[in-house]
């Protein structure tokens, strides 16, 4: 049954952000001057739930004012690094790897 739920879902997922329905992390960080998106995601707290994991690898890594915002959205780009005046754009399938699946 967990398979199936887990089929369900990505599907939802997926389409949900093909309609631009989807919630995502947003993440801005001051230093490094960077904006971060995490997602897709099926509801705003499965977003919330994982935004944890991002922030605490964030810090890991000397990020220092860090703020979050989940939102319904559908970005371009998921890293924008302004400090470097580029777009790093990661072509990631979701796997929903660090999302909790109930």
Known sequence: MKTIWHNLKEVL????????LAWWVEI????PRCT?????????S???LSST???????VEG??????????????????ADD????IDRKVQPTFGGQILS
């Not at 994991?53 to 810090?59: S, T, V, W």
């Open 63 to 80: 990020a220092q004012g860090i703020a979050v915002n989940v939102k319904r959205c559908k970005p371009n780009t998921l890293t924008i």
């Open 53 to 59: 994991g991002y922030i605490e690898d964030l810090e």
């Open 28 to 31: 801005v960080t001051q230093n």
């Open 46 to 48: 499965d977003a919330k």
């Open 84 to 87: 470097l005046g580029e777009k």
């Open 36 to 44: 971060y998106y995490f997602g897709p995601f099926l509801s705003s």
């Open 13 to 20: 997922i997926n389409t949900f952000d093909y309609l631009g």
